[in-house]
C-alpha cells in the first residue's frame, strides 16, 4: 500500500548512543517531516525538507541531524542520546503546497534510560 | 498566546450524541485548515480538510470562521468507533509547508 514507512517501530537506547530513524514514502512527494510528541505538547517540528536535497530546521532541532538521502527518503539521527529526547517520533511527506495535508508514518516509540 | 488551541476535553458523549469541537488560531493570514484523528498510539489521519464554504463529509462537518478566526468540527450520530483525539491543524502562510498541530481534543463515546 502507498504510505510512509518508519523504522524502528521501537527502540530503546541508553543515554549517550547514537541511532538512525529510517522514513521511506512512495507518494512521490516533494516534502518530508520529522516530528516528536510529547503527552500535553502536542507535534512539534524536528526538521523537514520542502524538496530533495533541502533541508531546514524545524521548532526543536537541537540534539538532531536530518538526512534527505533522495527523493524517497529521510532520515533522522540522535548523535548522543539524551533522556529528554524519550518521545514519539512521527516521519511525514505531503506535496509542494501542502494543500491536501500530510500523511504520517506509524511512528518510532523511542525511549532513551 | 499559542498560534492553535484547542480545548483538550475529555469530551464524554454518549452513542448517537452530535458533538462540536472548536479551535482557534492567531495568524489571520492562515491558508489551508485541517482536522486530524489520532487513536491511541496510532498516527494522526487526515479526517478532512476545512473550506470557506464548509465542508460535510457524512456524520462530520467542518467550518471556518475567518472573522473570529476559528475552525470547528461536529460530529452527528456519534458511534463508538468515533472515540479518539481530533487534532485542528493550520498552514499559517501560503507556500510553507510548516503546519502547525493543534494538542488535540479527546472524545469518548460510551455505550
Known amino acids: 500500500n502507498a504510505g510512509v514507512t518508519q523504522t524502528p517501530k521501537f527502540q530503546v537506547l541508553k543515554t549517550g548512543q547514537s541511532m538512525t530513524l529510517q522514513c521511506a514514502q512512495d507518494m512521490n512527494h516533494n516534502s518530508m517531516y520529522w516530528y516528536r510528541q510529547d503527552p500535553g505538547m502536542g507535534l512539534r517540528l524536528i526538521y523537514y525538507s520542502a524538496s530533495e536535497g533541502t533541508t531546514d530546521k524545524g521548532e526543536v532541532p537541537n540534539g538532531y541531524n536530518v538526512s534527505r538521502l533522495n527523493k524517497r527518503e529521510f532520515s533522522l539521527r540522535l548523535e548522543s542520546a539524551a533522556p529528554s529526547q524519550t518521545s514519539v517520533y512521527f516521519c511525514a511527506s505531503s506535496d509542494s503546497t501542502g494543500f491536501y495535508g500530510y500523511t504520517f508514518g506509524s511512528g518510532t516509540r523511542l525511549t532513551v534510560v | 498566546r499559542k498560534e492553535v488551541e484547542q480545548d483538550p476535553g475529555p469530551f464524554n458523549v454518549p452513542e448517537g450524541a452530535t458533538v462540536a469541537f472548536n479551535c482557534t488560531y492567531s495568524?489571520?493570514?492562515?491558508?489551508?485548515f485541517f482536522w486530524y484523528r489520532q487513536d491511541c498510539r496510532k498516527e494522526p489521519k487526515l479526517l478532512m480538510s476545512?473550506?470557506?464554504s464548509g465542508n460535510e463529509d457524512g456524520r462530520f462537518t467542518a467550518q471556518l470562521n475567518r472573522a473570529s478566526q476559528y475552525i470547528s468540527l461536529l460530529i452527528r450520530d456519534s458511534k463508538l468507533s468515533d472515540s479518539a483525539t481530533y487534532l485542528c491543524v493550520v498552514n499559517p502562510r501560503s507556500g510553507t509547508y510548516k503546519y502547525i498541530f493543534g494538542t488535540g481534543t479527546r472524545l469518548k463515546v460510551l455505550a
Open positions: 476545512v473550506y470557506s
Open positions: 495568524n489571520s493570514a492562515s491558508q489551508s
